[in-house]
């Protein structure tokens, strides 16, 4: 069975150093050297390692927050040369790997611009942003002409996490220690609550009556909001006449993957929430790595059919991103 994983990232040293240089937190996660090295490897290496977790293709993305942290003045100059890299390893490995866009959106104009030539030029499914831009989540106005070309191109945008703003996280999430803060604040719960707010504003904001073609992809099987869905759906009545219920508009713009988190009533209830046609796969590597094949073993062993098992691996990221 082949299996393509949607959240699988990789960076660049130049991109490091420069979130080093602003002091971005997000630079934690790359203090493991072996995960470093995994994220910097774009070559034989990485398909050993495919081969072990058992992707057969990876759809590429830097990881968080990419330039989204940064001036635009480095922003755009460092997403153009990561897409570059990125462009040549698919260019080298085309059965194997894809890629999405890092887009510089602290320019928003130049976002635009990064998008087109990403997949008009260098054959990109899509992009990868990662929640806020400073404090402008991506509904705000600054960032429509990025919506409205990605409705245009065809091509989907996922949504990743980032790390909640220091105001947020001094309220919710600290006074536990160092460390446990900020595992509180990231992939322990904070990043998902955040992306998830992130994906709400977008259909509260009435984005989707504006680009009904738009599509979006969340990772962790939804970033809490699709097994709070029904909750959620309490903002319609807010909402002007005639606009589609918050759920409608979820489950019509929205995909959902797993990205590593192999927990069987997950991929189930979001079977059922969101419709087999919009649920995905993704091992959110290397900062959930299983070189034992548990990615593999855990959607071949689901208690699937063989047509609802296939569209999770492979058939459904195929039909959005257009993959041969």
């Known amino acids: ?3 393509i994983g949607l959240e699988e990232h990789f960076h660049t040293p130049e991109l490091m150093a420069a979130l080093r240089r602003a002091n971005d937190d997000t630079m934690l996660l790359f203090q493991d050297k072996e995960s470093r090295n995994r994220l910097l490897d774009l070559g034989e290496g990485r398909l050993r390692q495919m081969d072990l977790i058992g992707l057969d293709r990876m759809v590429l ?3 968080t ?3 989204q942290a940064l001036p635009p003045a480095e922003a755009v100059p460092l997403a153009r040369q990561a897409n570059d890299r990125l462009a040549a390893a698919v260019r080298a490995h085309p059965d194997r790997f894809s890629g999405f866009a890092t887009l510089p959106t602290p320019d928003p104009a130049a976002a635009v611009r990064e998008l087109r030539r990403s997949v008009q030029e260098l054959g990109f499914v899509g992009a990868m942003l990662h929640g806020r831009t400073g404090e402008r989540y991506l509904d705000h106005l600054d960032f429509r002409p990025l919506l409205a070309e990605a409705a245009a191109l065809g091509v989907p945008l996922y949504l990743h996490p980032q790390m909640p703003p220091r105001s947020v996280r001094e309220v919710y999430y600290e006074g536990f220690g160092e460390k446990l803060d900020n595992v509180f604040a990231a992939g322990g719960w904070g990043w998902h609550i955040d992306a ?4 709400l504003r977008l259909i509260v904001a009435g984005v989707f009556d504006e680009y009904p073609d738009l599509q979006l992809i969340l990772g962790h099987w939804g970033e809490t909001v699709t097994f709070f869905l029904e909750r959620a759906n309490l903002l319609t009545s807010q909402l002007p006449a005639g606009r589609k219920s918050v759920a409608d508009c979820f489950r019509q713009h929205f995909y959902v993957a797993g990205s590593g988190i192999y927990h069987l009533p997950y991929l189930l209830s979001a079977i059922e929430i969101m419709g087999i046609d919009r649920v995905m796969y993704a091992t959110d590597y290397p900062f959930v790595y299983h070189p034992d094949g548990l990615a593999r073993h855990f959607l071949e062993t689901a208690p699937l059919s063989e047509t609802d098992r296939t569209k999770i691996a492979h058939g459904n990221a195929e ?6």
């Open 196 to 199: 998830g707010i992130g994906a």
């Open 1 to 3: 069975m082949k299996i």
């Open 319 to 324: 039909r959005l991103l257009r993959l041969s």
């Open 65 to 67: 927050p990419a330039t």
């Open 61 to 63: 993305s830097v990881t």
